[in-house]
């Protein structure tokens, strides 16, 4: 009895400690706003050729972004990433490099990615200063699993109506990669200063955007897109079209890429249909492959950063229940300057248990035919996501 009557002391101090600490904490967090994605993929692919290589590979990572109103305004963001943070284009094909791979179990790091704080005093106007994701068309600041790009500077934003105007500075950047894994040797280490502007116009369900970015002593590029949304009878219709030139500092070569494409959904049932092609001089228009300025529609095929080269992306799918989502996907590169034909298909099963947990599953054939030299691989993937 007597040790029941310590215990009880016990817990009853835990808890009046606990209440007497809750209403501060919940005043400290009542203007916190958290949200984040929570992502698990697994690949395995099998290559049939000589050495009948295989990897299978297991990737992780967490993101969490912080949201707090410091005043009317005046709001502080924060984005720590346990996984891969870095914008490592050298490892951008295989779509989101692994976090935790290899022989063995690995643990992954913490990091902060993104301090800095917006200021939306002015009427249809937003500031940001500090450490932020680089949100343009050139690369890709935020991705559930793969890399993304930041850097510490300005960005303002401001709205005329239907056209938003655009402008930013870093001075910093995670931008460490070897352009010449792509194109040429040109190698930047993050110190470069980066200039951006943009204007966007969205009329009668038709948005176009134009936007140029200068990095310092490495390149500047500038790209013009197209995109619109409309319906004819039972019919959705989502057609788009971009067009980039990239010009790297030192060399002649221009870089182009342009790409054109329809979607359509009627019913339950969806297809796309697309065709890009680069420039006979190169085809580096972006700093991630996955970027708005490349073309990286399906899986292992992407045209992003291939010189001379064409590719046709086609894939139909069917919403056979509220959950249940079934595709086909077909994708075709050859690239002239290497004498080589890429080609996958693979079918795909995503089901969607809540509107903020889905999974999918895809299992296919990749091919290449470079020069007569033929490899042909099985390649499986499972990836299970988490949104809040």
Do not use: C
């Amino acid at each position: 009895m007597k040790k029941f009557a310590k215990m009880s002391l016990v817990a009853a101090i835990a808890v009046a400690g606990t209440t007497a600490s809750a209403q501060p904490l919940a005043e400290a967090i009542k203007n916190v706003d958290v949200s984040g994605t929570v992502a698990y993929r697994y690949n395995d692919y099998e290559e049939k050729n000589i050495n009948d290589d295989s990897e299978s590979t297991n990737n992780y990572k967490i993101a969490v972004n912080l949201k707090s109103k410091v005043n009317d305004d005046v709001t502080a963001n924060t984005r720590f990433i346990i996984g891969a943070a870095g914008g490592d284009a050298a490892s951008l094909r295989n779509h989101g490099t692994d976090t935790a791979a290899g022989n063995g179990d690995q643990n992954v790091d913490v990091t902060l990615s993104e301090v800095n704080f917006t200021y939306t005093g002015l009427a249809n106007t937003s500031i940001t200063v500090g450490k932020q994701g680089l949100a343009t068309p050139f690369t890709l600041h935020r991705d559930a699993m793969g890399n993304e790009q930041t850097g510490t500077g300005i960005l303002a934003q401001t709205n005329f109506g239907p056209l938003t105007l655009a402008g930013a500075y870093f001075n910093q950047t995670n931008l460490n990669v070897n352009v010449g894994e792509m194109s040429n040797s040109l190698d930047l280490d993050g110190s470069e200063n980066v200039v951006v502007a943009g204007a966007i116009l969205n009329i009668a369900g038709i948005t176009a955007d134009a936007w140029y970015v200068d990095l310092q002593d490495v390149l500047d590029a500038y790209t013009i897109g197209l995109a619109a949304s409309y319906k004819i009878s039972e019919v959705s219709l989502n057609p788009y079209a971009r067009y980039t030139a990239l010009e790297l500092n030192g060399t002649s070569d221009d870089n182009k890429l342009w790409k054109v494409g329809m979607r359509a959904q009627m019913g339950i049932f969806g297809a796309h249909l697309g065709y890009g092609k680069t420039d006979d001089e190169g085809g580096v228009t972006s700093l991630d492959y996955s970027a708005a300025t490349g073309y990286d529609e399906h899986w292992r095929v992407t045209l992003s950063g291939q010189k001379d080269a064409d590719v046709i992306y086609a894939d139909v799918n069917a919403q056979v229940t509220d959950t249940i989502n079934l595709s086909l996907n077909y994708s075709d590169l050859d690239n002239d300057s290497t004498d080589t034909q890429e080609t996958e298909i693979y079918g795909q099963v995503k089901y969607d248990m809540s509107s903020n947990f889905y999974t999918f599953v895809r299992f296919g054939q990749y091919e290449v035919d470079q020069a007569g030299d033929d490899i042909d691989s099985s390649i499986g993937r499972v990836h299970v996501q988490y949104s809040f």
